[in-house]
């Protein structure tokens, strides 16, 4: 490598198995207070990725996250929770792992070695060019993630690289390099710790600003939500009855009648 693998590098705390319960906590913690700052050194970049996404997503775009592990994991749970957040259609925001769905669950031995698989798996939902693919990677060199983001390159796609390893492969084959350096893990080598953290981070932005942009939250309220349980149907018709001013009883009613807090309002106003 002609990089720094930081991600590699050894912990700043050793003999952990001599320190006890309170002092370990208190340890771990202490890393995690440098994850916020190292992502927000990358907003600029998250900022031109979610502008890029916003703009596709008007013309029928979508976003394609692809990854291994804890990384694939992350993109998958992002993507999970935007249907029933924003009430978009689960085909928009897609979460892809190496290994397939088996591998959310159980690890699938040198799944993340195949650097043909992540195209194949982005050509089943028959990619075009407005659509963007996002690698998440902490090491910045899986394989998978990296033929899957040269496949998207070569077929015209707008493609980002999330990774913990500043001038990594990753984040020199991609258009839009997002590099979140957090340092040594608290346990040397263990991605899932502040690395997981930091990308989790950087994906709750990417899709929140995407979904705002896109029109899906008014104010500050999330009224495309699907109403899929006793909680989101009181939050909805509390939504209703705050945006409107009217009571408990008069907000619900509306809310049955039109399924949704958007439409909702826009008939109480009308």
Not at 21 to 37: G, R
Not at 71 to 91: F, N, V
Not at 174 to 195: A, H
């Given at each position: 490598?002609?990089?720094?693998?930081?991600?590699?590098?050894?912990?700043?705390?050793?003999?952990l198995?001599?320190?006890?319960?309170?002092?370990?906590?208190?340890?771990?913690?202490?890393?995690?207070?440098?994850?916020?700052d190292?992502?927000?050194?990358?907003?600029?970049?998250?900022?031109?990725?979610?502008?890029?996404?916003?703009?596709?997503?008007?013309?029928?775009?979508?976003?394609?996250?692809?990854?291994?592990?804890?990384?694939?994991?992350?993109?998958?749970?992002?993507?999970?929770e935007?249907?029933?957040?924003?009430g978009?259609?689960h085909?928009?925001?897609?979460?892809?792992?190496?290994?397939?769905?088996?591998?959310i669950?159980?690890?699938?031995?040198?799944?993340e070695?195949?650097?043909?698989?992540?195209?194949s798996?982005?050509?089943?939902?028959?990619m075009?060019?407005?659509?963007?693919?996002v690698?998440?990677?902490?090491?910045?060199?899986?394989?998978?993630?990296?033929?899957?983001?040269a496949?998207?390159?070569?077929?015209?796609?707008l493609?980002?690289?999330?990774?913990?390893?500043?001038g990594?492969?990753?984040?020199?084959?991609?258009?839009?390099?997002?590099?979140?350096?957090?340092?040594?893990?608290f346990?040397?080598?263990?991605?899932?710790?502040?690395?997981?953290?930091?990308?989790?981070?950087?994906?709750?932005?990417?899709?929140?600003a995407l979904?705002i942009?896109?029109?899906?939250?008014?104010?500050?309220?999330?009224?495309?939500?699907q109403?899929s349980?006793?909680?989101?149907?009181?939050?909805?018709v509390?939504?209703?009855?705050?945006?409107?001013?009217?009571?408990?009883?008069?907000?619900?009613q509306?809310?049955?009648k039109?399924?949704s807090?958007?439409?909702?309002?826009?008939?109480?106003?009308?």
């Amino acid at each position: 490598m002609s990089y720094t693998k930081i991600t590699e590098t050894p912990s700043n705390h050793d003999n952990l198995e001599q320190l006890d319960t309170a002092v370990l906590l208190q340890k771990m913690n202490k890393e995690d207070k440098k994850v916020a700052d190292a992502v927000a050194l990358a907003i600029p970049q998250i900022t031109e990725l979610v502008d890029a996404l916003a703009e596709r997503f008007e013309k029928g775009g979508r976003l394609f996250y692809i990854g291994a592990g804890t990384s694939g994991r992350l993109g998958i749970l992002d993507a999970s929770e935007i249907p029933p957040t924003y009430g978009m259609p689960h085909e928009r925001v897609v979460g892809l792992i190496a290994g397939g769905d088996i591998a959310i669950r159980k690890s699938v031995e040198h799944a993340e070695d195949d650097s043909q698989q992540a195209w194949s798996d982005l050509m089943v939902h028959e990619m075009t060019d407005l659509d963007v693919v996002v690698g998440i990677a902490a090491s910045g060199t899986t394989p998978y993630v990296l033929g899957g983001i040269a496949d998207a390159k070569k077929n015209g796609l707008l493609t980002a690289g999330i990774t913990n390893n500043p001038g990594s492969p990753l984040a020199e084959v991609v258009d839009i390099p997002i590099e979140m350096n957090v340092g040594p893990e608290f346990v040397t080598g263990s991605t899932r710790m502040k690395s997981g953290t930091s990308q989790k981070l950087a994906l709750n932005m990417i899709s929140t600003a995407l979904m705002i942009r896109i029109g899906r939250v008014k104010g500050n309220k999330m009224v495309h939500m699907q109403l899929s349980n006793n909680k989101l149907v009181d939050r909805g018709v509390r939504y209703v009855a705050e945006g409107l001013g009217i009571s408990y009883d008069e907000a619900e009613q509306l809310l049955q009648k039109h399924g949704s807090v958007k439409e909702a309002i826009a008939a109480g106003k009308s």
